[in-house]
């Protein structure tokens, strides 16, 4: 009975093994297809923004301008929902002054395609490309800010490119990281496909970084952004929001406002003095 029940549990180990192997997007993109609202629903002028990526994708997104802005922030969502779902981030954004431009990944929204880590590279490459090419803008004009997965994404744009500073909110060091903190009795490390290694890249991105997460972040724990910040280059600050993954931004937004306003300032001066 003992050697049946050790075969029945190897069995379902492997089992799980390769569900993992298979169908790892399926556990981390959840894209939604439904648009519930859009800025014009909280007063913000937009305007809706067509992008053909470099594999001929069609993507859909929002851009919002300010008129007095200094700054676009080129905007990279979480694994879930679509950009109806982040007007609270657009208002906080427009009352500091910013410009922004956020995508719908290939997927989600009313995008065509389907979800990929090399996708969303791409789908990353022409919001930039369309920042600099339609709007007329020079690296230096742009933030790039990434929220959760969409934290990979940036990074990843960041290192590409040079922009004028990078900001990551409740972001993770990799897939492999956070799959291990989920599932440490599988071998994840060797099953994963799906990438999105922010950590070994963060030390080559040269420019200004702006780290932001919750110690009770229920999703993404705090030691990864902690990771993300030891690991970076200077210039760099770390801010410490209140909350939980999804609210943190919310629940700190006070302080979370002042934040950013801090580190556009602190940007700003020192671009001013070179």
């Not at 050697?3 to 298979?22: D, G, H, K, M």
């Not at 439904?34 to 994708?57: A, K, S, Y």
Request: glycine share 8%; aromatic share 12%.
């Amino acid at each position: 009975m003992l050697i049946s029940l050790l075969f029945i549990l190897i069995f379902i180990w492997l089992s799980l093994c390769a569900l993992i192997f298979a169908f790892q997007g399926k556990l981390i993109y959840f894209p939604d297809s439904q648009m519930i609202t859009d800025p014009g629903h909280v007063n913000l002028e937009f305007e809706n923004v067509r992008l053909t990526t470099e594999d001929g994708i069609d993507l859909h997104g929002w851009y919002i301008p300010h008129p007095q802005a200094k700054q676009t922030l080129l905007f990279f969502h979480g694994n879930a929902g679509n950009i109806s779902h982040r007007l609270d981030s657009l208002n906080i954004f427009h009352q500091l002054g910013l410009s922004v431009l956020l995508i719908d990944y290939r997927g989600y929204g009313l995008s065509e395609g389907k979800p990929s880590e090399t996708g969303t590279y791409l789908d990353a490459e022409s919001a930039w490309h369309y920042l600099i090419n339609e709007r007329g803008l020079a690296a230096q004009d742009i933030i790039i800010f990434g929220r959760s997965l969409g934290g990979g994404i940036a990074s990843w744009l960041a290192f590409e490119k040079k922009p004028a500073a990078l900001i990551l909110e409740s972001t993770f060091t990799s897939i492999g990281d956070m799959a291990a903190s989920i599932y440490p009795y599988l071998p994840v490390r060797w099953l994963n496909r799906i990438h999105y290694a922010s950590l070994k890249r963060i030390d080559s991105i040269d420019c200004p970084l702006l780290v932001i997460h919750s110690p009770d972040d229920e999703l993404v724990p705090y030691r990864f952004g902690e990771a993300l910040y030891a690991a970076a280059s200077q210039p760099k600050t770390m801010f410490d929001l209140r909350g939980g993954h999804n609210d943190g931004f919310l629940v700190s937004q006070i302080e979370y406002s002042q934040a950013l306003m801090n580190f556009l300032q602190q940007r700003e001066s020192v671009q001013a003095s070179d």
